[in-house]
């Protein structure tokens, strides 16, 4: 009886274990990030990454005050709507509509499938983005997986392909990164990763 219950207990270890350490995956190993540079004068930076979460709370995360104040921003105001606008701060102290806020137009959008967004830029982007800025979106695609899993793929698209801009990718892909681990750890733990 006890080499049989000891089997039983070895065997569903051992079905466990690749489970147990997928759960342990560090988040930051869970975001993959590529620039395609295959296009004459353009790059776009891909970043793609899963969560478990379902779509409804992964959409509402990147659609609502609330969703972008739990993993993105220290505060947010958002006008959701085609040709509606996200602002954000990500000083605590500061307030929107401050020099430090980053205004974001929504283009367009289908409901939890897909979302343009274009950045206005101000001072706080590299001064040689400003004559690029008609070019730049970011394109966000949302792809349920599960009831419990959700696939999220970022394009940043407008890029030009010269030495300025490379060297702003390192920062682009660092940047969003780790605000992609913040709502990973959000949607998984209720907490983000960082605190603004």
Request: aromatic residues 12%.
């Amino acid at each position: 009886m006890y080499r049989i219950m000891k089997k039983i207990i070895l065997q569903a270890v051992f079905l466990c274990l690749p489970l147990l350490l997928l759960a342990q995956e560090p988040i930051k190993n869970r975001v993959q990030s590529v620039i395609d540079s295959s296009h004459a004068n353009n790059l776009v930076l891909k970043q793609s990454f899963e969560i478990n979460a379902p779509l409804d709370a992964v959409w509402n995360a990147y659609t609502t005050k609330k969703g972008w104040e739990s993993w993105a921003t220290a505060k947010a105001e958002i006008d959701f709507k085609i040709n509606g606008i996200i602002k954000t701060n990500y000083n605590k102290n500061g307030e929107i509509g401050d020099d430090s806020t980053i205004t974001l137009h929504i283009i367009n959008y289908i409901p939890k499938r897909m979302l343009t967004l274009q950045a206005e830029i101000t001072k706080n982007f590299p001064a040689f983005m400003k004559a690029d800025e008609k070019d730049l979106f970011n394109m966000i695609l949302f792809e349920e997986i599960s009831a419990t899993k959700t696939k999220v793929i970022s394009y940043g698209i407008g890029y030009k392909k010269n030495e300025k801009y490379m060297s702003l990718m390192k920062f682009f892909i660092q940047g969003n990164e780790q605000s992609y681990i913040n709502l990973i750890s959000y949607l998984e733990t209720g907490k983000p990763s960082v605190k603004y």
